[in-house]
């Protein structure tokens, strides 16, 4: 158990629709990240907050959005949805280390919500 | 195109023998970490490499990253069943995103 909630596990909708992801980070990590996993292209970054702010953007359509709420949860809302949007939706929070004098990102994710749009 | 480059796609093995995973760029990385995933769960974390050349251990698995931090390896000894799964390398270029890899199939036949 990495710490990381998402809800729902699953999501089953049709196109067209919008949908809302959610996840809470682990105790104390102030950055979510979004990403998208496909079979397809892989596990694609989507989008970073940092304590209530956007701080990274990636592969992120414009039909999608996030945001940062005060208690740190993050959700991620999927409008308009297509089939091509049918993929596992993860969500991680980091925490920051040090070795040899360089900083790092750990990032731990969480479960993951299946979407799949029908 | 991938900016990270895992081989081999697949790889399967019987219980007992060795393999390793390779991951390659031709960027630098700040750090490299390894992930594992089962199949409809999350990535989890394996370990983190941040210096040239480091060498580091987790039991029968050993990581190492390249001088040029540029690529990284994954070596499994002794493979069992409970080593399969999906390996995934990551790669830092800054600290608020990670690259991935396509991931590195992994099954271990008993």
């Known amino acids: 158990d990495s710490g990381v909630t998402q809800t729902p596990k699953h999501l089953i909708t049709a196109t067209g629709q919008r949908v809302t992801l959610r996840c809470s980070p682990r105790?104390?990590?102030?950055?979510v990240y979004w990403y998208q996993q496909s079979l397809d292209q892989g596990l694609q970054f989507l989008i970073q907050y940092y304590n209530g702010e956007e701080r990274a953007k990636g592969n992120i359509l414009e039909r999608f959005s996030a945001q940062q709420f005060p208690d740190l949860h993050s959700e991620l809302n999927l409008s308009s949805l297509e089939l091509g949007d049918s993929a596992l939706y993860f969500c991680?929070?980091?925490?920051?280390?040090?070795?040899?004098?360089?900083?790092?990102?750990?990032?731990?994710f969480g479960p993951g919500t299946r979407l799949t749009v029908l | 195109t991938q900016l990270l480059e895992q081989s081999p796609q697949f790889l399967s093995i019987q219980e007992g023998e060795n393999l390793t995973v390779y991951c390659n760029s031709s960027?630098?990385?700040?750090?490299l970490q390894w992930y594992r995933q089962e199949p409809g769960e999350g990535p989890v974390l394996l370990v983190t490499?941040?210096?040239?050349?480091e060498v580091k251990k987790l039991k029968r698995l050993t990581f190492q990253f390249g001088d040029a931090r540029k690529d990284s390896s994954l070596h499994i000894t002794a493979a069992q069943p409970g080593d399969t799964g999906l390996y995934l390398c990551a790669g830092a270029s800054n600290d608020y995103k990670l690259s991935f890899g396509a991931g590195t199939t992994v099954t271990v036949r008993a």
């Open positions: 991680a929070s980091s925490v920051r280390g040090t070795s040899g004098g360089r900083s790092y990102n750990e990032q731990f």
């Open positions: 105790s104390g990590d102030l950055s």
């Open positions: 490499v941040v210096t040239g050349g």
């Open positions: 960027s630098v990385f700040s750090s």
